[in-house]
């Protein structure tokens, strides 16, 4: 039985299992996204497709005590609503399938693509939020509350998601940095310092 080796990282860096749990995370994170964006395209699609038909029930239904101005400007609302979702759902469906096939071939460029589209979608939601919050505050106490509670649970999630991302996208940088030793290099994501790879040979 010839040798075998097993890789450990030394110092404070994460260790090989601790990248491979990152990689699993960030590959639930990219097929959340497809399926979500997926279920978005279709909903929008439909929406648009069927906008006469949808157009007359609303009308029918919800909007039969609103006048016939305000009608056709909440019918024009869900149709960019829809116009917009359909747009940014395929955008972050291509994102997406991108992010796996980056962590399926250990390839990082391939994770900018995802990187820029949630930051600038990030840098929007952030610029809203503190938006209606101060908005609210003028308005009133609970409105303001209730926007700052709920912008940093939405803050506090996505955030999350996007340091799980990041993470992962520097190990494989530095990984392709230090790709000429061989296996798998893990680094510590905080101080940015690789880890020394430790081969342990096994007896037969």
Known sequence: MGHQGSVAC??????????????????????????VSSVTLGSSMVTLHMHP????????????????????????LLTI?????????LINAAVSLLLLIGVARDTSWLMYPWLI???VIYGFGLYLGVFYATVGLFIDLSSFLMCLLVFTLVLVIFYKIY????TLFRVMGEQSKHATLGGVCCKDAEYGVPCQQVYVPLKQ
């Open 163 to 166: 340091h799980e991302v990041f």
């Open 10 to 35: 030394s110092g404070s860096g994460i260790s090989y299992v601790q990248c491979q749990n990152l990689k699993y995370n960030v590959i639930i994170l990219g097929w959340l996204g497809v399926i």
């Open 117 to 119: 589209f949630h930051g």
């Open 81 to 89: 609503f829809s116009s917009v979702a359909y747009g940014l759902s």
């Open 53 to 76: 038909d949808i157009g007359l029930l609303l009308k029918q239904g919800l909007f039969s005590l609103a006048a016939d101005n305000e009608q056709q400007f909440l019918m024009n």
